[in-house]
T-cell receptor
């Protein structure tokens, strides 16, 4: 149980393109979803937190207009990297949690984004 | 500043050689401590949650323990398939998110 599916797993695109990443909770309803960014051999850096039907809360230093997050339903959140540039290349991972704060977060398998 | 520190950064073990990974935290109002396993190119896989000092959880060759300031992940007779990065994360009262350590990269040599 507690499966989180993330798509696509890998994307390469040209600079200036916008890229959408989907995150779905397959067998549970995710009241809260999280988006992380991970650099090689480093830990996860939280970008934003979103609750279904509400605006996302972004961490300090994360541009809201650059990283658009939509959490339209209890099973789907999307991250859109707008006008992507090479410095946006990274490994993006979503996470979902159901229930209260004591519950664990379950993670997708990540999206490797490469901007040429 | 609240932080989570994991040690060692990297650990190489012979198959069958038991050891422990450490996670130290300097947070007040611990709400939960979580252990994850992450394989290269994958997202973290949930292993355990510990909520209070003295608590222990086990799963196959892994056992997690918690004190007031640190947690240990004990690996008994590891196998090569246990090779991965093990991440520790802490949630404290009032926070919605997890604070992650930088992980321990475990390599088990056949």
């Amino acid at each position: 149980g507690a499966v989180v599916s993330q798509h696509p797993s890998w994307v390469i695109c040209k600079s200036g393109t916008s890229v959408k990443i989907e995150c779905r909770s397959l067998d549970f309803q995710a009241t809260t979803m999280f988006w992380y960014r991970q650099f090689p051999k480093q830990s996860l850096m939280l970008m934003a937190t979103s609750n279904e039907g509400s605006k996302a809360t972004y961490e300090q230093g994360v541009e809201k207009d650059k990283f658009l997050i939509n959490h339209a339903s209890l099973t789907l959140s999307t991250l859109t990297v707008t006008s992507a540039h090479p410095e946006d290349s990274s490994f993006y991972i979503c996470s979902a949690r159901t229930g209260g704060l004591n519950q664990p977060q379950h993670f997708g398998d990540g999206t490797r984004l490469s901007i040429l | 500043e609240d932080q989570v520190t994991q040690s060692p950064e990297a650990l190489r073990l012979q198959e069958g050689e038991s050891s422990s990974l450490n996670c130290s935290y300097t947070v007040s109002g611990l709400r939960g401590l979580f252990w994850y396993r992450q394989d290269p190119g994958k997202g973290p896989e949930f292993l355990f949650t510990l909520y209070s000092a003295g608590e222990e959880k086990e799963k196959e060759r892994l056992k997690a323990t918690l004190t007031k300031k640190e947690s240990f992940l004990h690996i008994t007779a590891p196998k090569p398939e246990d090779s991965a990065t093990y991440l520790c994360a802490v949630r404290y009262t009032g926070a919605n998110n997890l604070f992650f350590g930088t992980g321990t990269r475990l390599t088990v040599i056949p």
